[in-house]
């Protein structure tokens, strides 16, 4: 019961998270990323449920899995422009190509937050390629998926931990405006 990964509660995870970015961050582009990590999930659970050839399999498999390795790229990109310490220092004069700074300190926490979410369900649906095909070349791009995934999530973790020493600090939740 507790020995693999269950497709249906993973969707019902990412579907959840889903509602959640939406619900707090309806203009972030995330909701979208999340929608879409979704769509790739319907497709991983349906190809497992099919009764194929062991190399359709892994084709299809690496496929997917190319497909979760953009994904998860996809997130990175979306976490790249949210740094913390515009909340540790003065405004600095924006440039014309500054990314607009309009998350608050607590809003950017959560975008953060599902970020990571969003990689670790990633990392999971990946998981389920190398729970249900046990192929090596398959194993080995699962592997590279939750690696990068993992280090993904390292870097979202280091920009969490300098907004929780901002807090500590008791800063000002709101966004200092550069632009």
């Known amino acids: 019961m507790y020995r693999e990964l269950d497709v249906d509660r993973i969707m019902a995870t990412l579907e ?38 062991g190399r359709i ?13 953009s994904i998860a790229h996809v997130v990175d990109m979306h976490q790249l422009t949210k740094d913390p310490e515009q909340f540790l220092s003065l405004p600095a004069a924006a440039t014309t190509t500054s990314p607009a700074r309009i998350l608050t300190r607590f809003q950017m926490a ?36 939750e690696s990068l995934a993992g280090a993904l999530s390292v870097k979202i973790w280091q920009k969490t931990m300098i907004l929780d020493s901002i807090a500590v600090r008791g800063t000002s939740p709101e966004a200092v405006p550069t632009e």
């Open 57 to 69: 399999k892994r084709r299809a498999s690496l496929r997917g899995l190319h497909e979760l390795r």
């Open 16 to 53: 959840r998270l889903h509602r959640r970015i939406c619900e707090r961050l309806p203009e972030s582009g995330l909701g979208r990323v999340a929608e879409e990590l979704s769509a790739v999930a319907s497709g991983i659970a349906v190809f497992f449920l099919l009764t194929l050839e």
């Open 110 to 145: 959560r975008y953060l937050d599902y970020c990571s979410e969003l990689l670790s369900l990633t990392s999971k649906l990946a998981a389920l390629h190398a729970q249900y095909l046990m192929d090596p070349v398959v194993l080995d791009a699962v592997n590279d998926v």
